[in-house]
């Protein structure tokens, strides 16, 4: 019932289905936690503050589940700044517990503040020598201060041990990826392959570093083998797209751009290289329709498809048409500064 009265969000049936939870179970730690989003909502951080202390004083025993749980309605409900400081406010915290501590990194991390993740996750290492994913978590914020050397160091001793959990070796062939070791990236990956079969990010992770090595038809493996999982992710299309241009298999990587699905990720990436592709094969009128057509279907995308066509006209020298196209736009979207700028550096082309 409290469940269901969250998602009206109507303050007054929220509070009467916790009132009514609390009298029949006051030591619940879900109770307390099902309330963050109310208190979230009417900006009462110091009710916030009360119940996440309450629920894990209640349930002490699941604590990191706790934790992982509040942070994550955190980072959908608040500001990145407003996250860390209810963070830092939690008992838990202030007693520089390490799972408090480990979360407020992780979230740290998830903001891109990792200046403010590495001194607190060697805190945490500081408690607990062991903890693997707290130097995974150390890795990962070195390499993007851009410290490759340092973040392969960490993992490299654990990650050549026979006894290497997965999780770690997937971060370490990761980090060589991205250090320019494609080599020996692969062959963790593959090894990886070999023990999970079915594992989505190994899979995709094969298939990028065959790319980056100009390896089209292997990549078009792991990508179908992705594709016929389901693809989870909604972006193994677009590379297969990717795949197929660096075969000069313009035709299929046409229809492997057209396919990639509206709610991914890869979507408007995919837009581009398809526009692309049919310009470059003398084919300008039919991807001026598509983009045409992509206004009419996402018409809370139109400017951003205008500037694309306008900025694309003027690429390939079609100024006339991009004077043009701009002044329907302006018609549709009348001062718009960047539409009248796009047209201005039009017209002083145009004389």
Excluded: C
């Amino acid at each position: 019932s409290t469940q269901i009265a969250n998602y009206t969000r109507d303050t007054s049936r929220i509070n009467k289905a916790i009132k009514r939870w609390l009298e029949v179970e006051p030591d619940n730690a879900n109770v307390y936690l099902l309330q963050l989003p109310s208190l979230i909502a009417n900006n009462d951080f110091d009710g916030v503050n009360s119940a996440i202390n309450k629920a894990l004083s209640l349930d002490p025993d699941n604590s990191q589940t706790i934790l992982r749980q509040i942070a994550d309605n955190l980072s959908e409900l608040v500001t990145a700044d407003k996250a860390l400081t209810v963070l830092q406010r939690i008992d838990l915290y202030k007693q520089s517990n390490p799972d408090a501590l480990f979360i407020y990194a992780q979230l740290a991390a998830f903001y891109k503040r990792y200046e403010i993740t590495l001194p607190i996750v060697n805190q945490v290492l500081e408690q607990q020598e062991g903890r693997e994913e707290a130097y995974i978590l150390k890795a990962e914020t070195l390499q993007r201060l851009g410290r490759g050397d340092e973040a392969l160091a960490l993992l490299k001793q654990d990650a050549n041990k026979d006894s290497a959990s997965h999780d770690l070796l997937f971060s370490y062939a990761k980090l060589l990826g991205e250090n320019h070791q494609a080599e020996q990236a692969r062959k963790i990956f593959e090894q990886l392959h070999t023990a999970l079969p079915e594992n989505e990010e190994i899979l995709f992770a094969l298939g990028l570093l065959a790319l980056e090595q100009k390896q089209g038809d292997v990549a078009k493996t792991y990508f179908s083998k992705l594709i016929a999982m389901g693809d989870l992710g909604k972006q193994a299309s677009y590379f297969m797209g990717l795949a197929e241009e660096l075969e000069d298999n313009n035709s299929a990587a046409l229809l492997w751009f057209a396919s990639v699905p509206a709610e991914s990720s890869r979507f408007q990436a995919a837009q581009g290289r398809y526009i692309n592709l049919l310009a470059d094969n003398d084919q300008l009128d039919k991807a001026r329709l598509h983009l045409k057509l992509l206004r009419k279907e996402h018409p809370n995308r139109a400017v951003q498809y205008y500037l694309f066509e306008g900025s694309f006209l003027r690429e390939r020298k079609e100024k006339q048409a991009a004077f043009d196209l701009y002044t329907q736009a302006l018609v549709e979207f009348p001062n718009h500064i960047e539409l009248l700028y796009g047209r201005a550096m039009v017209a002083d082309g145009l004389n």
